[in-house]
């Protein structure tokens, strides 16, 4: 089975441009997640799709970040424009299915996207 | 104050060792208690949960878990090189069941 998959690996922008970052879940996951870690510092949440709705956004910077998750497949995250404290490696995670209130199946991240800003 | 603090380490320790990992939260709505471990370049994988306070065995890891002092920890036994990597860990509680709040990881190398 394959696990979480991202896309790219590595990409180096400068300032102000725009970049998308892309994650395929595990077949068959509704619930995908989006974590970011900046250098020196702990793994951030970002938000949480349960198939194609935002669950919880509540860790989204600010208006530059975009996700979306059309279809309740796979997910793009779209940072526009790119600031130098955007810098980080950005991690996608999914989970099977969550019953309500209870604790979530096992997150499994992918390898995340090494975002680099100039 | 962060939610979650982790001594950031590097810890390094020579095979055989016993290992101790440990984390302090601040945060009572959590009850969901994690390890991950990540090796380099990889994304983190789960290594160990515990639901509440208590232990939790698998092998040659330990997790406990002391909620009334918002402490828990990572006992690796008869640890391996292999087992070099950031341990990390995480929690989950309250009504945002699907966030997890990582602390910021610890550096283990596990010398030969």
């Known amino acids: 089975e394959a696990g979480v998959t991202q896309f790219p690996s590595h990409s180096v922008i400068e300032k102000g441009q725009t970049v998308t970052l892309r994650c395929d879940p595990i077949?068959?996951?509704?619930?995908l997640y989006w974590y970011r870690r900046v250098m020196g510092k702990e793994i951030k949440f970002l938000l949480h799709?349960?198939?194609?709705?935002?669950?919880?956004e509540s860790g989204m910077p600010n208006n530059r970040f975009l996700a979306e998750r059309t279809g309740g497949t796979y997910s793009t995250l779209k940072v526009q424009p790119a600031e130098l404290e955007d810098s980080g490696v950005y991690f996608c995670?999914?989970?099977?299915?969550?019953?309500?209130?209870?604790?979530?199946?096992?997150?499994?991240f992918g390898p995340g996207t090494r975002l680099t800003v100039l | 104050q962060k939610e979650v603090e982790q001594d950031p380490g590097p810890l390094s320790v020579p095979e055989g060792a016993i290992v101790s990992l440990n984390c302090t939260y601040s945060?009572?709505?959590?009850?969901?208690f994690m390890w991950y471990r990540q090796y380099s370049r990889k994304g983190p994988e789960l290594l160990m949960y515990?639901?509440?306070?208590g232990n939790k065995e698998d092998g040659r890891f330990t997790a406990q878990v002391d909620k009334s002092s918002k402490y828990i920890s990572l006992f690796i036994r008869d640890s391996q090189p292999s087992d070099s990597a950031t341990y990390l860990c995480a929690m989950s509680g309250g009504t945002s069941y699907g966030k997890l709040t990582f602390g910021q990881g610890t550096i283990l190398t596990v010398h030969p």
């Open positions: 515990t639901y509440s306070s």
């Open positions: 995670a999914s989970s099977q299915d969550p019953t309500s209130g209870g604790f979530t199946d096992t997150q499994y």
């Open positions: 799709f349960v198939k194609e709705s935002k669950q919880d």
């Open positions: 945060n009572s709505a959590f009850q969901y």
């Open positions: 077949s068959g996951h509704d619930n």
